[in-house]
């Protein structure tokens, strides 16, 4: 396994297969290194310890992103049935470990919103201060988001034994150094790498076009909370909860664009600010959203008392407020950026590769 | 009585008093033209008709705001207890006439409100859509508006018979041609009251230089429901009500200023479409401020069930976020104003002052 800089020379005439290659060997091996950190730290703690994720976790979050990515923009350079395997399996993973740090995140989110509307500080009064509902509120969320967590937990436990990850392990013990590249591999890596970073690009943009960004980027349009965009007729009769993943879904679409792009980038060279910066909005935006159906969901609990469901209609209310205010800041920052990233593609061809960075893994 | 537009060069050697003179008669005439349709429009209908205010009511309120702020900003040239006693009884009539149509707009605010975050509608969905709270909170919200507004309407019919308002139109009567004046109303247009026009500016620009105005121009600070200013310690324990009353007052006081400060402009000759405009910018903050404490009350209404509850807190929370805009759109604006302001009243002293304008009213 190397993850050392190759020489500019070295660099300038690389095929695409050394470059994913040794991009990949860097990021498996950032996974092997991370993976028995993170099944310590899941094993060593209990269900409700408050600080996830720890390093492990979320280094292990982060290259399992980064190959998953790898494998979907360039794609076309390996070995289809093996890199369709690997992205299922990485995707299992994904999900598994994110589980439980997004319920944390989530109970700090919503924990915190409470606490500021139903403040009292002398510099920070909330809509809510003083309120009776408030202490229910707060003891009921908590409630339901530590359960959850729980039980998320457990299930990592219990998949961190599973033959399923280990074969996983083997499959990233193998990709070092031996990644099964196709044929199109051996050409210069500019000539087959870039159009296809570029595609990634052009997908992205896209897709933003298809999103209301002109409405997005005037304040308190009330995008979050009044004028969601309209949901396909075929699915019947509109309730809230349809109306709201409909709208939402196309932002959640933008940020796995917006990661694609980031990580299609690395590779060949480039980082963007600007794209790391969108990809926080978005991450805001679909945890703000998330957090907003956990509120409507509690909100549902039976026997909670009017006042309760009060301060849970005000938390609903602000966490759409909040997904209205990621819309809006990707909105304001988004018309900049096409042609900026068309520029970094544009680059002439040798340019760019004189070095493999160092693993990323934020 | 006399609204004719004065000769340019009656206008140039015009003193105070008769400027002030022939707008007092002209506002006066329009007060006694308006009474009688005001009080015909409030007999006819019964307390619940949907369309006030009538054009008598909305005049008869405009031209009791102007004689008021008239009376204030250039006070130094009228005899003091006279109107001192004026300015009382206009205020009363003020605060009288007011009340009935501020809940008919109130009313279909928050209606208003409702049906569109509840609303399904393919192109404008709310986050509340289908919530079997929304219909509820509806007749909640809807019976307690139409009560308070039929309370209003009964108080109004009672008063518009008493002495104290035939008191007040005698005075408006007495007003026509014949206002009691100072010996300083002596002294030319321009010296006498430019000064006393520039001071109501400034009393404005120095209270919206108390404002948090830049905090307010950055949308989605949450000033509107997470951070409310600082309540005076000797109030006690902060409870929601007094904090949102605390944070709203200095822009309620604002609307007060900017209206003053229009009126004066208007006795100058001057006009400003600026200040028209953020005087329909504050009255929106303190309309939705009023509809947010209408709801928080409503959903203390004891053995309401918790899904109309959760939506009130919805619509709480909707209401504090309009509050927020209209202080983001005050921010925005503003900062161009003072000098813009300034610049109207440096004017030659003689120019401007070309025309009595007709009345407006509005």
Not at 38 to 66: I, N, W, Y
Not at 93 to 105: D, F, I, Q, S, T
Not at 338 to 344: E, K, M, R, V
Request: hydrophobic share 45%; net charge neutral; glycine share 10%.
């Amino acid at each position: 396994m190397t993850d050392a800089p190759m020489t500019a020379q070295a660099a300038a005439t690389a095929t695409a297969g050394d470059i994913l290659s040794s991009h990949l060997t860097a990021q498996a091996g950032a996974f092997l290194r991370a993976l028995p950190l993170a099944v310590g730290e899941v094993g060593a703690r209990p269900g409700t310890a408050a600080v996830v994720p720890a390093a492990g976790t979320a280094d292990l979050l982060g290259t399992v992103r980064r190959i998953g990515g790898l494998l979907h923009t360039f794609g076309s350079v390996f070995e289809q049935a093996w890199a369709q395997e690997s992205r299922t399996e990485l995707r299992w993973l994904l999900n598994l470990l994110a589980l439980e740090p997004g319920y944390v995140r989530r109970s700090a989110r919503l924990l915190g919103a409470l606490d500021s509307l139903s403040g009292s500080d002398p510099d920070g009064t909330g809509m809510l201060a003083g309120h009776t509902g408030a202490p229910k509120a707060r003891a009921l969320l908590d409630r339901q988001l530590t359960l959850a967590r729980t039980r998320a937990h457990s299930s990592v436990l219990q998949e961190l034994r599973s033959a399923r990850l280990h074969a996983l392990a083997d499959r990233m013990t193998l990709l070092v150094g031996e990644a099964p590249l196709l044929e199109a591999a051996g050409g210069r890596a500019p000539a087959v790498l870039l159009p296809q970073a570029a595609a990634a690009v052009a997908v992205l943009s896209a897709s933003a076009q298809q999103l209301p960004l002109r409405r997005a980027a005037t304040p308190y349009g009330g995008d979050g909370l009044r004028r969601l965009g309209a949901v396909p007729a075929a699915r019947g009769a509109v309730d809230a909860d349809t109306a709201l993943a409909a709208d939402d879904a196309p932002w959640a679409r933008m940020r796995i664009l917006v990661k694609r792009a980031r990580y299609a980038l690395e590779v060949c060279g480039r980082t963007s600010a600007e794209l790391d910066e969108l990809d926080g909005v978005l991450g805001r935006h679909q945890e703000a959203a998330d957090a907003a159906v956990t509120v409507a969901t509690a909100a549902r609990t039976p026997r909670i008392t009017p006042a309760t469901a009060y301060v849970l209609g005000v938390v609903h209310a602000d966490q759409r407020l909040e997904v209205e205010a990621a819309r809006y800041a990707f909105g304001r920052r988004w018309p900049d950026l096409p042609p900026g990233l068309d520029g970094w593609l544009d680059l002439p061809a040798a340019e760019g590769w004189g070095h493999s960075p160092a693993p990323r893994t934020a």
